[in-house]
């Protein structure tokens, strides 16, 4: 019995599923998008901060986004590097790493909806009340927010992990490429409805949310801007939220894919890759859109590379 349990501790992760011929293009593959993750994302957290024009509360803000997709990044993809060279039966991850990278992956896909939800109000506030705007969005007022986001995210997710981490475990078989909550339950044999009930509402409530407020918080704005005759406030407005929704909709089309997939069985495969393109997609994207389409970070960008030059 004691040696069952001492094994259970163990548990074999099916990693990335490629041939041994594709393993070498996988692995430069992964490994280049993930250094393009860190440096990019690292390097606007750098110029944010380095660069006292752009200590504004959109870009204080955007911080937090950057930093949770290098988060994001980091929590899947070097575990699947190290993996890619090892047959499929030798892949082997212990129970409490297991659970700890299940935490850090719904952490980030929570994290990212509450932070584009601080980002929205930021946007509504600059643009449906302008005079207010320095008075609302203090420097107290981003750190509470961003405290916020991150804070609400990991409360869910703790709850949603310790659900799982209190059952007995029967199984040692991970059908996934990295650990999360489902695949930390279905190492259990004893009733998980608890588990279905507070995953499947924490994670609707969460995009239901995040999904009103963004819907809310433009709607607002295209009022707005309809009923303003500043054309060139009109258009910085839109360049600015247009950026952010583009951001958003990228985060809920590569979640939603996943969760359709989920029900279709015959499609596991396919599943198993789009939940990897989730970690890497977004957090690839997100630092191109906001260093290319805001013009005051495209500018400080050039200015830099420029005066290398």
Known sequence: ???????????????????????????????????????????????????????EPMYLLLCNMSINDVFGATTVIPHLLSDVYSPLTQRYISYYECAIQAFCAHFYVGTSHTVLMIMAFDRYVAIYHPLRYVTIMTHNMVVTLSVSAWGASFILIAVLLSLSVRLSRCRHLIDNPFCDNASLFKLSCENVLINHIYGLGSAMSTMACSLCSVMLTYLRIAMVCLRSKNKSLNTKALQTCATHLAVYIILLLSGNIIIILHRFPELAEQRKLASILFHVVPPSLNAVIYGLQIKAVREKIIVIFTRKK
């Open 1 to 55: 019995m004691e040696n069952s349990t001492l094994n259970l501790d163990i548990l074999q992760l099916e990693g990335l599923r490629v041939s041994p011929e594709a393993s070498i293009l996988a692995f430069i593959f992964l490994f280049l998008i993930y250094i393009f993750i860190v440096v990019s994302n690292i390097g606007l957290v750098i110029l944010i901060s380095m660069e006292r024009s752009l200590h």
